[in-house]
């Protein structure tokens, strides 16, 4: 399946999985946690990303596989952990893809109108986009990613530039209005912008020369990240004050603010910009992974042991998800509890199998804080838990030899 993914292509995937839909809602619900101090758990979350996003390359550029976290945990304690990190994994995507896309359906009818109609509508065109362009192959879908992030870095830096001359220090002040506890709580919210890391993993095998590559497009798509990410949360706190906390659509605001008349069209495109690329990535990885534990037997062959099938699995799950009565925080918070339990395992196995040195400590201080985050997460990583408990469940049931027959 080895496809010569190029640098580019890579760092493209990894910025629009990481970025994601982050942008469209998470500075206006980390204000309200915790006010402009939700400044100090975005920095805390991009200080966080660096080591976590190296941990992951390294294994990736080391032991290129599709089966990315889910191989290292076999590697390093054994398939059945392998098994549970895979299913995390893999089953929180379809969990995600509406939490990911329901913000957007609602820019998008906001402009439209239509209500509950349009973000159906939208939440169909752009999960079919998605899996249309991974239907026909990684090179399709890398390139097309490529013009997605250069975009959206575009339409971001435009929205800070204009929203910066109004930027007050005043707007600091009271600077943690909930505590500091209430730092903890954005933190565990702003986990959601952050996951993606892993989901590359799993596209690893496919570059040219993954040793080499890997690491070149994560560092590329660290900086990306982080400085956009740094640059619209602080402009947003200094710009918008009080106001951020109730905002709908914090880009909106904006670029109302810094460009004045109708921008519901503009934002409307940053966010369908945002999503299309997030859950274009994260196809791309989950439907490799698929493949990856059916070729493991952590998965039925029949299902999920070719690509398309296992991507037809998680577009129409996806679907089906979206029609849970489930609110969108909640989902939220249930997909970070299964991806923050990816990353517990995940830079654990990176402790065995990494060598000596730095990359150890890199790992070790990536693993100490998600597990932190992990806690942060509370009753919402029990779905981690459910899931990992349901991947043991079919291993010992495939294993149960069947009685003969008298």
């Known amino acids: ?44 979350l991009i200080v966080l990303s660096a080591p976590l996003a190296w941990t992951f390359a390294a294994l990736g550029a ?37 939490v990911a896309v329901g913000f957007t359906g609602g820019y998008v009818s906001d402009v439209l109108g239509g209500g509950r109609a349009t973000e159906l509508a ?21 390139r097309v990613q490529v013009v997605l992030s250069v975009s959206l870095a575009v339409l971001l830096v435009v929205t800070v530039i204009a929203a910066l001359p109004h930027a007050r220090w005043s707007n600091l002040t009271p600077f943690a209005p909930h505590g500091w506890t209430g730092v903890g709580a954005a933190a565990a919210l702003l ?4 996951a993606g890391w892993e989901a590359l993993s799993s596209l690893s095998g496919e570059y040219r020369d993954p040793r080499r590559d890997v690491p070149r497009a994560t560092l590329i798509a660290v900086a990306v990240v982080g400085v956009l990410y740094l640059a619209v949360a602080t402009v947003s706190v200094l710009a918008l004050g009080p106001g951020l ?31 299309l690329g997030a859950v274009n990535a994260y196809f791309a990885g989950a439907s490799r992974l698929g493949v990856a534990l059916a070729a493991e037997s952590a998965l039925p062959a029949r299902v999920f042991g070719a690509q398309r099938r296992s991507l037809t699995f998680i577009f129409l799950s996806s679907v089906a998800a979206v029609l849970l009565p489930i609110g969108l925080h909640t989902a939220a918070l249930l997909v970070t509890g299964c991806f923050t339990l990816v990353y517990v395992i995940g830079t654990a196995a990176a402790l065995r199998l990494l060598p000596g040195g730095g990359s ?29 408990g349901g991947a043991l469940a079919y291993q010992a049931a495939r294993r149960r030899p069947v009685p003969l027959d008298r």
Do not use: E, H
């Open 122 to 142: 939208t939440f169909v065109v752009i999960v079919g986009t998605a899996y249309t362009m991974n239907w026909f192959g990684l090179k399709v879908s890398g």
């Open 1 to 44: 399946m080895k496809t010569d993914l190029s640098v580019s292509q890579g760092a493209a995937l990894s910025v629009g999985a990481v970025l994601g839909t982050g942008l469209i809602s998470l500075p206006a619900l980390a204000a309200d946690a915790a006010g402009p101090a939700s400044l100090v758990a975005w920095i805390a």
């Open 245 to 275: 906390a109730g905002s709908r659509a914090p880009l909106a605001d904006l670029l109302a603010i810094g460009l004045g008349g109708p921008v519901r069209v503009i934002t409307a495109v940053v966010a369908v910009v945002l999503t």
């Open 191 to 194: 986990v959601w912008g952050f």
């Open 360 to 388: 150890r400590v890199v790992a070790g201080t990536a693993f100490a804080a998600v597990v932190a985050l992990l806690w942060l997460n509370g009753p919402t990583a029990l779905l981690s838990l459910v899931i990992a």
């Open 62 to 98: 080391r032991y290129p596989d599709g089966g990315g976290v889910s191989t290292y945990a076999g590697m390093a304690f054994g398939p059945r952990v392998s098994a549970a990190v895979g299913w995390c994994f893999y089953f929180a995507v379809p969990l995600g893809a509406p």
